[in-house]
């Protein structure tokens, strides 16, 4: 065949070979983030991928993916309940968090996001690694004036509306490492959103709730915040978070230590399930060791996406 000829037959090639069908292939990761303790609750740092095994609807699944999480980026969303229960904690919950922010954030590395939620959800500050727009931020975290409880048309502490707000609108469409941190009582009285939905829409987004509970007993007359700590208890466990409570014996200060130390010493385990997804669900996950005396802390399931 002549060179002529060649270049004469090229163009008939080309349209059989746009006939010809494209397969394409996507390989959905399942990311799980995990953090492990001994029985006097240390944090265990030296487990290898060949220590961990993980089911997936009770079926075990191979690791294909495995790092200690000490030096990834991290994702954080500061969510601050600013409702008038919270009005005498409000100062020190300002400045504990900018010292908290001052030790954890690296700037040019991780990324935080302000909003505080009473009336409604208010982002404070979009995501920034800048501690100087993040310090500026929180100075602007307050209780409603009485202007805003004299317009108000809605329900009171909008606490689920705000998960579901920052999940959906910020974290949802992040990678890697994500964590919301709740400081507050507990107390929602105004959600659309339930405390299930507000659970989903994070474990739909991979993003784990660690919440402090932070309270000023005095405003309920003495009889404690009603049912604050059980919905921040089951909000953090669904997610893989933590739950901490300040008290006289424990501190906000001493809070954010143990929380910056927790960040810091988590796993990523990624597996690719042995189940293609035909409907979108949520699957169980059960991650163990197989070193004794050790407690994994880890979401329970993630939302298998079509």
């Known amino acids: 065949m002549t060179r002529r000829e060649a270049l004469a037959l090229l163009p008939a090639l080309l349209a059989a070979q746009d006939d010809q069908p494209t397969f394409k292939t996507e390989v959905k990761v399942v990311n799980v983030l995990a953090t492990v303790r001994d029985k006097r609750g240390a ?43 919270q009005r005498r904690v409000m100062e020190a919950e300002r400045a504990a968090s900018y010292r908290f922010l001052d030790q954890v954030l690296r700037e040019k590395k991780d990324q935080v996001f302000i909003m505080q939620f009473e009336l409604s959800p208010i982002l404070r500050q979009e995501l920034t690694s800048s501690l100087r727009q993040l310090n500026e931020s929180l100075m602007a975290v307050d209780t409603p004036s009485m202007n805003d409880l004299r317009s108000q048309t809605g329900g ?129 996950i059960q991650l163990t060791t197989r070193r004794k005396g050790l407690l994994v802390q880890t979401r329970g399931r993630y939302w298998a996406q079509r």
């Open 156 to 284: 009171g502490t909008v606490l689920y509306d705000a998960v579901v707000k920052a999940a959906n609108g910020i974290m949802k469409s992040r990678t890697g490492r994500k964590a919301l941190i709740l400081l507050t009582d507990g107390v929602d009285t105004g959600s659309e959103a339930t405390i299930t939905e507000a659970i989903e829409t994070a474990q739909r987004a991979d993003t784990l709730i660690y919440s402090i509970l932070f309270s000023d007993e005095g405003y309920y007359g003495g009889f404690g915040e009603p049912n604050g700590r059980s919905v921040l208890m089951r909000m953090s466990r669904e997610t893989g978070g933590g739950f901490f409570e300040v008290s006289k014996k424990q501190s906000l200060d001493q809070i954010y230590g143990l929380l910056q130390e927790e960040l810091r010493s988590q796993y990523s385990i990624g597996y690719v399930s042995d189940q293609p997804v035909s409907i979108s669900e949520f699957r169980k």
């Open 43 to 85: 944090f265990i740092r030296d487990l290898d991928k060949d220590d961990f095994s993980i089911l997936e609807n009770g079926r075990p699944q191979t690791i294909r993916y495995y790092s200690r999480e000490t030096d990834l980026p991290l994702t954080l969303g500061l969510m601050i309940d600013t409702s008038m229960s």
